[in-house]
């Protein structure tokens, strides 16, 4: 189990450290108006009442925990079936892990989720979004970064076993 340390220490400071912006967003952060910080990001404090892009959420705050809890379940299984060196997949799963737990803790006390991101131009924009939404997805680009590109770690086969062998004495037989 101490293998897994430094990723619980992750999924930690994840959750601390987006729970801190949220309330920081919450006490400071007028509702639904835009604080441009540079050309194309804003600030923009909104609630999402469902999962991303607001989608189930129909399902309600308890449908929509119970989702959240099998999500982390399945996630924490999906890690525990990987290798030790696959540092970057434990790490993405650590912070997939922690972003679903700190939107997790805000369905569970608030009924909904605290976003504050906003990409934007002046003829589009991005869903808002919140740092627990960009762990879950960098997490992610991490998992599978690691599964396309694990075959590098994968030892090669070794010839070493058949150029050593001594070649058989038999004779072929004749049936």
Known sequence: MRSWSPYALLVVVAIALDQWIKHLVETGLPFQEKLDLVPFLALFRTYNTGIAFSMFSSFGDTGLIVISLAVVAFVLFLATRIAPSQILARTGFALIVGGALGNLIDRAVYGH???????????????????????????????????????????????????????????????
Request: glycine share 4%; proline share 8%; charged share 20%.
């Open 113 to 175: 989720v605290i976003d504050y991101i906003l990409f934007h131009t002046p003829v589009w924009s991005f869903a808002v979004f919140n740092l627990a939404d960009a762990f879950i997805s960098v997490g992610a680009a991490l998992v599978v970064f690691d599964e396309l590109f694990g075959w590098r770690r994968e030892p090669k086969p070794s010839n070493a076993r058949s150029s050593n062998a001594k070649p058989s004495k038999a004779k072929p037989s004749k049936d």
